[in-house]
């Protein structure tokens, strides 16, 4: 058992890994600001857990905060989710996204290294690949951001391999999520974008609640079997599970290990639309817009390293994926 503070923990995927590490016997901690989060969270994390877990509403950009809440209890690890993730919004303003991703976790850093906290999970993406030439794409694959989002996950990851290189830190694990979706099971906890969607499942979830009119989709003349784009879709309480391990490991070993979490087959939106479809028994009205600028045709990866390294490979089905991220849109549609 390890006492962990989860960065951004009330989020999409910090609460859905909140769930996994206590029902594994880990003791956690939340630090969120809530600029993208519901104060529901915490609640609801104690109702499917039946733990009090504590949160701190902190900024990881007031490095005397976070310092007082590890002078407060000792933590092992981190595992650091905190930071802004829209693509669009990272180019139409570039310094906030220095400002929240870049300098939110040389903050942190710095608390950790006073506190003498040496390991770090972070969550990293697959956007970090831009444009990739070949998929599946393994660890190994070149490194090139097209977008400002991108640039701060790649100059997060050198910060943090630097502490390691340098022995500020032991051991950081660089988690390279492909396409999170999904829900817990209770339907309690989910994705909640504020505004309009930008990932394409919580757009699906809007138009079968009549919230939205019809998917767009972009572009289908890709060089793939349907024309439209493929991506590699993963249930969230897969990667919350992979977080466990992730951290589990961090405590026994040492060095930087970038590691992609996906389930290693690509599903075209045409497939992951059928398969929604299929599932809740609701038709999806749609229409072809022109490509996006930036889209790749094709991007899944190559999970082989989370296997040998993590002993993680992602169990559930586009099915479970559809099915529980509409009973979260379904019930939480009365709460939001
Ligand atoms: N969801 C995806 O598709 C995806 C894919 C690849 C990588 N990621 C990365 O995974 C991480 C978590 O993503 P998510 O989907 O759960 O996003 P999210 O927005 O649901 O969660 C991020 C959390 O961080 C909090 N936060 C933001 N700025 C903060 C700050 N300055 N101080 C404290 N808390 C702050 C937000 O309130 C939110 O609760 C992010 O780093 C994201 O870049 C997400």
Redesign the pocket.
């Known amino acids: 058992m390890a006492r962990i503070l989860l ?2 923990g ?5 609460s859905h890994t909140a769930v996994a590490l206590l029902a594994r016997g880990h003791e956690v901690a939340l ?7 519901s104060r529901s969270v915490p609640p609801r994390l104690k109702e499917i857990t039946r733990v009090d877990c504590p949160v701190h509403e ?4 007031d490095t005397e905060a976070v310092r007082q809440i590890f002078a407060a209890a000792a933590f092992e690890a981190v595992i650091h ?5 829209a693509v669009g919004e990272s180019e139409a303003n570039p310094l906030l996204y220095f400002d ?1 991703n870049v300098a ?1 976790t040389l903050s942190l850093l710095t608390a950790m290294r006073h506190a003498g906290i040496g390991r770090i999970v972070f ?5 970090v690949y831009g444009a990739p030439e070949h998929c599946p794409i393994a660890e190994i694959a070149p490194l090139h951001a097209t977008n400002i989002y991108g640039r701060t ?1 790649l100059i997060m990851e050198d910060m943090i391999g630097d502490l390691v290189r340098t022995g500020i830190l032991s051991t950081a694990f660089l988690l390279r ?1 492909f ?2 979706v999904g829900a817990h099971p209770s339907g309690l906890i989910g ?1 909640a974008p504020c505004g309009v969607p930008t ?1 394409l499942m919580p757009y699906l979830c809007q138009v079968a609640a009549r919230q939205r009119d019809c998917l767009t989709i972009f572009g289908n003349d890709y060089p793939t079997p349907d024309g439209t784009g493929i991506r590699d879709y993963l249930h969230v309480m897969d990667l919350a599970e992979a977080h466990c391990a992730a951290v589990e490991v961090a405590l026994g070993t040492h060095g930087t290990h970038a590691v992609n979490l996906g389930t290693g087959t690509g599903h075209s939106v045409m497939e992951l639309l059928h398969a929604f479809e299929n599932t809740t028994g609701i038709e999806i009205p749609y229409k072809i817009g022109a490509r996006r600028p930036g889209d790749a045709p094709s991007c899944y990866a190559d999970p082989a390293l989370a296997k040998t390294m993590l002993g993680w490979t992602a169990k559930r089905t586009l099915v479970d994926m559809c099915r529980d991220s509409w009973r979260w849109q379904f019930l939480s549609a009365k709460v939001k």
């Open positions: 960065t951004g009330a989020g999409f995927i910090g630090l969120d600001n809530f600029s993208n989060a902190v900024d990881i950009r989710f905190a930071a802004l993730k929240v939110g969550s990293s993406s697959a956007t996950k999520y396409n999170p994705e990932n």
